[in-house]
Nanobody
Framework: QVQLVESGGGLVQPGGSLRLSCVAS????????MAWYRQAPGDQRELVAQ???????NYVDSVKGRFTISRDNTKNAVSLQMNSLSPEDTAVYYC???????????????WGQGTQVTVSS
């Protein structure tokens, strides 16, 4: 059983910063990609940032230059440093891991429970 546990959400004023963290645990052989998604009320879930096992990263245009994704492969962990936050960043943020549970198994997507980020004065 694989679990992803997120932490670090909360309320922050516009222009402020938050750091989200996520740790994956359980029967994990290899984590391929890790990512952060977000979903605002009434909107579809969108990819915010993604990081491959090699360290290559990808960001949605709206967060480029403000958010930084990083991972610690020794801890099966991924973080999202969010700076210069604006009310438009308000959403529930979800951690995602694309991973194998067995050596020859098909990789699958796993999700955290979500953490609320609210940017408001």
């Amino acid at each position: 059983q694989v679990q992803l546990v997120e932490s670090g959400g909360g309320l922050v004023q516009p222009g402020g910063s938050l750091r989200l963290s996520c740790v994956a645990s359980g029967s994990i052989i290899t984590i391929l990609d890790m990512a952060w998604y977000r979903q605002a009320p009434g909107d579809q879930r969108e990819l915010v940032a993604q990081i491959a096992g090699s360290g290559g990263t990808n960001y949605v245009d709206s967060v480029k230059g403000r958010f930084t994704i990083s991972r610690d492969n020794t801890k099966n962990a991924v973080s999202l440093q969010m700076n210069s936050l604006s009310p438009e960043d308000t959403a529930v943020y979800y951690c995602n891991a694309f991973l194998r549970e067995t050596i020859y198994g098909i990789p699958k997507d796993y999700w955290g429970q979500g953490t609320q980020v609210t940017v408001s004065s």
